[in-house]
Nanobody
């Protein structure tokens, strides 16, 4: 069992930046790929970004490519999402999640453990 706790959300103006963090419990963090998803009101949860076990490979949804950066620090059991040039359409609850198999990073059902989410609101 892995417990995840997200932080760093908040209210920001369009064009601004936020950095989300996701701290994981346990000693197996470095074995797992990690991902970020988001869910806006009335919409399905959607893939945002993922990083492989080592941090050497990253994957992004087209909607955030070039603006968001995912990274991880295995020594701190933490994964980050740096979000720049934020837009009102980025408003959502952001979740981090564990992908134990390290496959199909954009597929919701491939993720085994989820955090409680952190709200990001971008005002126009």
């Amino acid at each position: 069992q892995v417990q995840l706790v997200e932080s760093g959300g908040g209210l920001v103006q369009a064009g601004g930046s936020l950095r989300l963090s996701c701290a994981a419990s346990g000693r197996t963090f470095s074995r797992y790929a990690m991902g970020w998803f988001r869910q806006a009101p009335g919409k399905e949860r959607e893939f945002v970004a993922a990083v492989n076990r080592s941090g050497g490979d990253t994957y992004y949804a087209d909607s955030v490519k070039g603006r968001f950066t995912i990274s991880r620090d295995n020594a701190k059991n933490t994964v980050y999402l740096q979000m720049n040039s934020l837009k009102p359409e980025d408003t959502a609850v952001y979740y981090c999640a564990v992908n134990r198999r390290g496959l199909y990073y954009s597929v919701y059902s491939e993720y085994d453990y989820w955090g409680q989410g952190t709200q990001v609101t971008v005002s126009s």
